[in-house]
């Protein structure tokens, strides 16, 4: 299963812009990466399911219950996309700054399906 995972993650990296890819448990450890060697994968990973699981319990203390569809952070260098479509796993993606985001956006969501198809044989 992993094997297939990382060849997904690798199907990620034909995008323009993308710089690197890791899908992260709900927990915040890591099940595969694709990130550059200079990235501390598994403390980027925490940091990703840290902040997503954060910003979910924050909606739901202000009583909404809508799941996110992305949370973006737009660094000097670089962006991070973090997504998450159940409970299970989360895909992070580290794009250059000057992405066109919305095409960005549905490439990960197209791949975030397939991700999901193999995570659940």
């Known amino acids: 299963m992993i094997s297939k995972l990382h060849e997904k993650l690798r199907s990620i990296e034909l995008v323009e812009g993308v710089i690197g890819t890791a899908i992260i448990e709900r927990n915040g450890l890591l099940i595969t990466s694709r990130l550059p060697r200079d ?5 980027c990973g925490a940091m990703a399911a840290t902040m997503y699981n954060a910003l979910e319990m924050s909606l739901e203390s202000l009583g909404k219950k809508k ?3 992305h949370i973006t952070v737009e660094l000097g260098d670089y962006q991070i996309i973090i997504m998450g479509r159940n409970d299970k796993f989360l895909l992070l ?3 250059e700054s000057n992405i066109n985001l919305g095409i960005a956006l549905i490439e990960i969501e197209a791949i975030i399906s397939k991700l999901k198809l193999i995570m659940e044989d």
């Open 67 to 69: 799941n996110i569809d």
């Open 39 to 43: 990235i501390d994968e598994r403390k």
């Open 93 to 95: 993606s580290l794009f």
